[in-house]
Structure formats: structure tokens, C-alpha cells
């Protein structure tokens, strides 16, 4: 009997453990696909999991010898919201993405970047989109720290 209760304990835990690693909130990097010199919009996708997010801020590290000019615009679910960017260094680019009448943030494509595969870039190719965890983070409503989980994206030269 205490067996059995020591193993029902248990798998509630496991069960309890992997609801919360879900309901994280996440931003991803979209997958597309390009061509040599082509311009091309990358979605950056949130999903709240139903957290009242106030502000997303990341880091997107690229090679800028694959992919230049890139050019940040709000994406629909990013209407009404401010974004403010910043080149780091060659390669690095800083986005936030925030509301001044502090209203949350909705699940969708949240900002669009425009990269330029440049020339130089062969049939075949992938083009890393990666965002830099130690810098990637969210606060809700109540200014709080908010834990936010990441997928990377590349992009596929045709």
C-alpha cells in the first residue's frame, strides 16, 4: 500500500513537472526559405501560455556574411506595442518589444525581421537564426521576471 502511494506521489509530481515546463511562455524563430540575394521576412512567433506579458526582449545572433540589412517591423500581433532595437556588433541584434499603456502582449507573430541572404550564399545553404539565452527574457504586467523559453530558426537557401 505505501508502495503504491509512494508511486502515485511520484507521478503526480512528473505529471505537475511537465504542465509547468508547457505552460511556459516561448518565443520562436519561423523556418523559410530564400534565395541567393533574395529579401525575406522572419517571423518571431510568442506564445504567452496565457502569461499577462508586458515586455519581450532578446538577442538574435546571425553571420553576417550569410544575411545583412536586417530591418525589424512590428508584426500583427505586435500592433499597438513600441519595439526598439539596437545593433550589438556584426551579427548581434537586440529587440524589445513593449506597450507604454502597459496592456499584455498577444500570442502570434509578434515582430517581423527582413534579412538580405547576400550573394556570396550557395544552393543548399542554412542560415542560423539563434537566439542568445542569456539575454532573452520577458516581465508581465507587474513588472515581474518572467521566465521565457526559445526556438531557433534557420534559414534554407534554395
Given at each position: 500500500m505505501k508502495k503504491q502511494s509512494l508511486l502515485s506521489i511520484v507521478a503526480m509530481l512528473v505529471v505537475s513537472a511537465s504542465a509547468f515546463a508547457s505552460s511556459q511562455p516561448a518565443v520562436s524563430i519561423a523556418n523559410i526559405s530564400a534565395l541567393p540575394t533574395q529579401t525575406?521576412?522572419?517571423p518571431i512567433v510568442l506564445?504567452?501560455?496565457g502569461v499577462?506579458?508586458?515586455t519581450v526582449r532578446m538577442d538574435?545572433?546571425?553571420d553576417p556574411l550569410l544575411v545583412s540589412n536586417p530591418l525589424v517591423t512590428i508584426g500583427p500581433a505586435g500592433v499597438g506595442k513600441t519595439v526598439s532595437t539596437n545593433t550589438l556588433s556584426s551579427g548581434a541584434l537586440r529587440v524589445s518589444l513593449f506597450d507604454v499603456q502597459n496592456t499584455p502582449l498577444s500570442d502570434g507573430t509578434i515582430i517581423n525581421i527582413a534579412f538580405t541572404v547576400t550573394s556570396s550564399v550557395t544552393s543548399g545553404s542554412t542560415i542560423n537564426l539563434i537566439f542568445d539565452s542569456g539575454t532573452l527574457g520577458?516581465?508581465?504586467l507587474e513588472t515581474n521576471d518572467v521566465v521565457i523559453t526559445s526556438e531557433n530558426g534557420v534559414i534554407s537557401v534554395n
Open positions: 525575406v521576412q522572419v506564445a504567452t501560455q499577462r506579458l508586458a538574435i545572433k546571425y520577458a516581465c508581465d
